[in-house]
């Protein structure tokens, strides 16, 4: 990474690398560690000296997932997992360097490409006409797409045209979108909007059955509450953050017209 780095010289860093394997990280924690929290660290670093800004991307996996209220970024922490705990390792890397940074804490991450919860609903769709999926773990579908829209936002009212009275400041943001539901809710909206855009699907979105979390182990406990309080974004960009329904819908149709 240093000679990389040194290579290439970047102006401006943001590290959207990471391990996010959840249940792998349990059996792997010194990978886990070196992609979540070592080289977040590594990157501050460089960008510090330069005196320039590092953007970094974290999880609500470093909440204890307790409760039913929205989380706040000055809420305290307490992950239930390695994945939670390196996250929150290298968010507190970044912020021990004296360079200015933007650590943007997100959620439930899909997209219209690589693998993700949205397309294996949809393969499963296709497949199964019935399905169990979890519907007690919490929070906001966040497409990585509009996460990078959100970025770059923060970036040009920060770096490019600043506000002449309060461009977005250094720190810890959440950023999702608004709204919240289950993952069996996820599920069953990702059928009725595929249907709705077109797809020819085996099951229907009634055909989603509930189960609770303990029905359904893992190496690695979930947090039930990953409800995110975006409020702090909103003002620092002056805009109301979309519905997460709505951002479905444009990553379904990126995904099916791809």
């Known amino acids: 990474v240093d000679r990389w780095l040194a290579h290439h010289a970047p102006d401006l860093v943001v590290n959207a690398a990471a391990f996010t394997a959840v249940d792998k990280a349990e059996a792997a924690p010194e990978q886990a560690r070196r992609l979540n929290a070592e080289l977040p660290a590594q990157l501050a670093a460089y960008s510090a000296a330069r005196g320039q800004w590092f953007v970094h991307y974290s999880s609500d996996y470093v909440y204890p997932g307790s409760g039913d209220t929205p989380w706040q970024e000055d809420d305290d922490t307490g992950p239930l997992s390695v994945y939670g705990l390196t996250k929150l390792e290298g968010d507190q890397a970044v912020q021990s360097t004296s360079g200015?940074?933007?650590?943007?804490?997100?959620?439930?991450?899909?997209?219209?490409?690589?693998?993700?919860?949205?397309?294996?609903?949809?393969?499963?769709?296709?497949?199964?006409?019935?399905?169990?999926?979890?519907?007690?773990?919490?929070?906001?579908?966040?497409?990585?797409?509009?996460?990078?829209?959100?970025?770059?936002?923060?970036?040009?009212?920060?770096?490019?045209?600043?506000?002449?009275?309060?461009?977005?400041?250094?720190?810890?943001?959440?950023?999702?979108?608004?709204?919240?539901?289950?993952?069996?809710?996820?599920?069953?909206?990702?059928?009725?909007?595929?249907?709705?855009?077109?797809?020819?699907?085996?099951?229907?979105?009634?055909?989603?059955?509930?189960?609770?979390?303990?029905?359904?182990?893992?190496?690695?406990?979930?947090?039930?509450?990953?409800r995110l309080s975006c409020r702090r974004l909103e003002q620092a960009l002056g805009i109301t953050l979309p519905h997460w329904r709505d951002q479905l819908a444009l990553t379904l149709a990126e995904h099916l017209n791809s």
Do not use: C
Request: proline content about 11%; glycine content about 6%; charged content about 15%.
């Open 100 to 226: 200015d940074y933007l650590i943007f804490r997100t959620s439930w991450v899909y997209s219209a490409r690589g693998a993700n919860f949205m397309k294996t609903m949809l393969r499963l769709g296709r497949e199964r006409d019935a399905l169990e999926v979890v519907s007690d773990q919490i929070g906001a579908p966040t497409p990585a797409r509009f996460i990078a829209q959100i970025t770059a936002l923060t970036l040009y009212q920060r770096l490019v045209m600043p506000a002449p009275d309060s461009p977005p400041p250094q720190g810890i943001y959440h950023l999702a979108p608004t709204g919240e539901t289950s993952w069996r809710g996820f599920a069953q909206e990702i059928f009725r909007q595929a249907m709705a855009q077109g797809e020819s699907l085996a099951i229907t979105p009634e055909s989603v059955a509930p189960i609770p979390t303990v029905d359904y182990p893992t190496p690695a406990q979930r947090p039930l509450n990953s």
